[in-house]
């Protein structure tokens, strides 16, 4: 497609289930995001990827948290062991490189619930 | 800490009206970005700011950038009612990349017809 595309878009888990959650970013955007929006408030960084480099983890939460970019591509957020505040939008976004001045696309976001 | 703050965080208001809507920052930084939401939506891009001084105008929104007073607005000119949506500013800390911008919390903002 022409847009970052996300999913599932919702997706309500029991507490202590493990999540999958997908994104395959704009062809050709070598830059991809993993961000985390909880209600009413701004963005908070997880996690990034650019080309084949290593990925800059620097904001996952926990270490119930991982992610993997499988040949440059297709993203995968995984968390572990759901806790309920972990509840919130989850956004991936990418761009055609780290420079300044690239816009960074945004998918519409996967909407866990923890029950 | 590094800090952006975003105010008002919500604003009501009759269309036709003129607004501003602030964001601040507590580093230093020349790139700026403003984005928009829809409710349940994708975050859209707006505006790119990469200078003190920066001005960009799209329709009835207008942002510029005073980087030494870390200070951008977004200013919106006889509001109307398609314009209703939260509007997030981030900024990149480190001027060389992209990918770790500090956000603003959102500013909510409902146009009334």
């Known amino acids: 497609g022409a847009g970052v595309s996300q999913s599932p878009s919702n997706k309500v888990t029991e507490k202590g289930k493990d999540v999958e959650l997908r994104c395959d970013p704009i062809s050709g955007h070598t830059a991809l995001y993993w961000y985390r929006q909880s209600l009413g408030q701004g963005l908070e960084f997880l996690i990034y990827?650019?080309?084949?480099?290593?990925?800059?983890k620097s904001g996952l939460p926990s270490d119930r948290f991982s992610a993997e970019r499988t040949g440059g591509s297709v993203s995968t957020l995984t968390i572990q062991r759901t806790q309920q505040e972990d509840s919130a939008v989850y956004l991936c976004?990418?761009?055609?490189?780290?420079?300044?001045?690239?816009?960074?696309?945004f998918g519409e976001g996967s909407w866990l619930t923890v029950v | 800490e590094l800090k952006v703050e975003q105010n008002p965080l919500f604003l009501s208001m009759q269309e036709g009206k003129n607004y501003t809507i602030y964001c601040n920052y507590s580093t230093t930084s020349d790139r700026l970005y403003w984005y928009r939401q829809d409710p349940g939506k994708s975050l859209e891009s707006l505006f790119v700011l990469l200078s003190n001084g920066a001005v960009k105008q799209e329709g009835r929104l207008m942002a510029s950038l005073d980087t030494k007073a870390r200070l951008s607005t977004l200013h919106i000119t006889a509001a109307v009612h398609d314009l209703s949506a939260t509007y997030f500013c981030a900024v990149d800390p480190l001027m060389d990349s992209n990918y770790q911008l500090i956000w603003g919390a959102g500013t909510k903002l409902i146009i009334k017809p």
């Open positions: 976004a990418s761009s055609l490189g780290p420079s300044t001045g690239n816009t960074i696309y």
């Open positions: 990827f650019q080309g084949n480099s290593a990925p800059d």
